[in-house]
T-cell receptor
């Protein structure tokens, strides 16, 4: 069964450093999303992406964040200058055009900012 | 704006007992409804979804949920729980327009005791 994959599973970085979280969505999906979950809190929407542009973003998704689909398979989330409060689990998701709202989630990347 | 309220943060229950996890939502537009399960240190797994049609939805692992439009509820039920059902359960709504983002509730921790 096809699935969304994410790398790395755990990333540790120093405050102020740039990080790139990588995702490989399901191959025939056209809509891509990033969510985050701070430890012990609910899952929060960050951004949705379609046709090589951002469809919607939340207030969390400020200028420090960017997304990119650099090739036909990867979807990345970049945080330019990490803060302590960026420590969270980051989930990538994708959906198919025919069932847009049914999003398939990856296993997540745990980001720890020291 | 849309919101999801999970009325119980924790639900302890004995093995083989029935359980109901409550979820209410608020939205000015029609939404799609989901329940996700998150086992410790893992990602989000879709339990079931309501997109349209029959208001009683059956999912994996013996779970079911009923969509009640008048009460704006989507409660999750299982007639007999197992120890292995111990996990965090998230109710979520997805919007049919815009960026198709998913909005999650705060989660309910189901703890099944022997």
């Amino acid at each position: 069964e096809p699935e969304v994959t994410q790398t790395p599973s755990h990333q540790v970085t120093q405050m102020g450093q740039e990080v790139i979280l990588r995702c490989v969505p399901i191959s025939n999906h056209l809509y891509f999303y990033w969510y985050r979950q701070i430890l012990g809190q609910k899952v929060e929407f960050l951004v949705s992406f379609y046709n090589n542009e951002i469809s919607e973003k939340s207030e969390i998704f400020d200028d420090q964040f960017s997304v990119e689909r650099p090739d036909g398979s990867n979807f990345t989330l970049k945080i330019r200058s990490t803060k302590l409060e960026d420590s969270a689990m980051y989930f990538c998701a994708s959906s198919y055009a025919g069932t847009i709202n049914e999003q398939f989630f990856g296993p997540g990347t745990r980001l720890t900012v020291l | 704006a849309q919101s999801v309220t999970q009325l119980d943060s924790q639900v302890p229950v004995f093995e083989e007992a029935p359980v109901e996890l409550r979820c209410n939502y608020s939205s000015s537009v029609s939404v799609y409804l989901f329940w996700y399960v998150q086992y410790p240190n893992q990602g989000l797994q879709l339990l079931l979804k309501y997109l349209s049609g029959s208001t009683l939805v059956k999912g994996i692992n013996g779970f079911e949920a009923e969509f009640n439009k008048s009460q704006t509820s989507f409660h999750l039920r299982k007639p007999s729980v197992h120890i292995s059902d111990t996990a965090e359960y998230f109710c979520a709504v997805s919007l049919p327009t815009g960026g198709f983002k998913t909005i999650f509730g705060a989660g309910t921790r189901l703890f099944v005791k022997a």
